[in-house]
DNA sequence: GTCTATAGTGCGATAGAC
DNA sequence: GTCTATCGCACTATAGAC
């Protein structure tokens, strides 16, 4: 269901509401459609029935539009490591926060990430903000670990550890004919990681 | 072979030559003068003696022009991991590839280190072209081990092993007071990366 | 080397909700 | 009256096209 199919009482508003809704779904099919570079913010703004400022205010650039699911992932990073039992050891309390992860990742997200995955790579921009949303994830985990006691610069490399499994896990996940769940994925990444190190 | 280290004949020249060098020092002098953001294509280049267009041949964009150090950096790893012996455990071969790396990182870059750390650190879009550099590198290192005989997903996460290691070593180097060497830090880091995932 | 499209900012005006 | 979402317009800098 999209945004224009929404019941609301137009005699109360002044403007269509959910602009931002609206947004980001022009903004999906248009560059699904004609790629990123080549849809303007003016094209996108004009298909969701706003001013090209108002996209702006919804957005701090034309990037951000595609990605918004991000404060949800890093809650479930960080809530997960913050209510993990407190003396659960850093790799106990990893694989937890990648279950929770896992969880916003189902089978029936798989092929609108590998449409959403296509957009990113062929942009080099957008893999810059893909990577500084990482690193942010990756900052707030390893802030979450230190409120759990762990000293630098093991917090940081737990923290990064995390965020590695999830990246590595993810690229497999998307990549075409893989059919394991994104939770197994996981687990699999870590036990190889845990092998690499300990060599 | 970069530009700068061709040999010029000044009295054939019809432009001061090392055009590169001069736009690099002029925007380093600049950014860490009046900001980043506050500085223009346009004042470099006034600076530098060129036009914005002479700017825009030598650098891809106004942020390249503090990231050139990228290709030194990644031939240290990618050469370490290629000349590596052949047998060695993964592992060894990303100490190995640390040590190189630290090599380039000697004492008396430290200063410089740190005052470009503060243009960077100050500046979200400077931040995500390092981070674009490092997932490059990643990626370099990534090929580098599969050209080794490591399967998927073990070659990437013994990629971003050893970039992790790099990575947070180096922020621990340039922090206020660091004394230790680079080398030292990494070779720390890279025991405690082995305890935590050992857990 | 010039020209131009596009991204992104600053600010005042407007109109409805509360 | 205040708050919030929008418009509208003028403006700058980047970056790419020609």
Redesign the pocket.
């Known amino acids: 269901m999209s945004v224009h199919d929404i019941t609301y009482d137009v005699r109360?508003?002044?403007?269509e509401p959910d602009?931002q809704n609206r947004l980001r779904d022009a903004a999906l099919t248009l560059f699904a459609d004609g790629g990123y570079e080549r849809t303007?913010?003016?094209e996108i703004a004009r298909t969701a029935?706003?001013?090209?400022?108002?996209f702006?205010?919804?957005f701090?650039?034309?990037?951000e539009v595609l990605f918004d699911g991000q404060a949800r992932l890093q809650d479930a990073f960080v809530g997960a490591v913050t209510a993990a039992d407190g003396d659960a050891a850093p790799m106990t309390v990893v694989a937890t926060a990648l279950d929770a992860a896992a969880a916003l990742f189902p089978p029936e997200r798989r092929a609108f990430a590998r449409q959403r995955a296509g957009i990113v790579a062929a942009n080099p921009g957008l893999q810059e903000r893909e990577l500084l949303k990482l690193a942010t994830l990756t900052d707030a985990m390893a802030d979450a670990f230190r409120r759990r006691g762990l000293a630098e610069p093991t917090a940081s490399l737990t923290a990064h550890t995390a965020v590695v499994v999830f990246h590595v896990a993810f690229a497999q996940w998307i990549s075409p004919d893989e059919q394991r769940s994104f939770a197994d994925l996981c687990r699999s990444a870590t036990e190889d990681l845990r092998t690499v190190t300990a060599s």
Not at 49 to 54: F, H, I, K, L, N
Request: positive net charge; aromatic residues 10%.
């Open positions: 109360m508003a002044r403007w602009a303007t913010v003016a029935g706003v001013t090209e400022r108002t702006f205010r919804h701090a650039d034309k990037r």
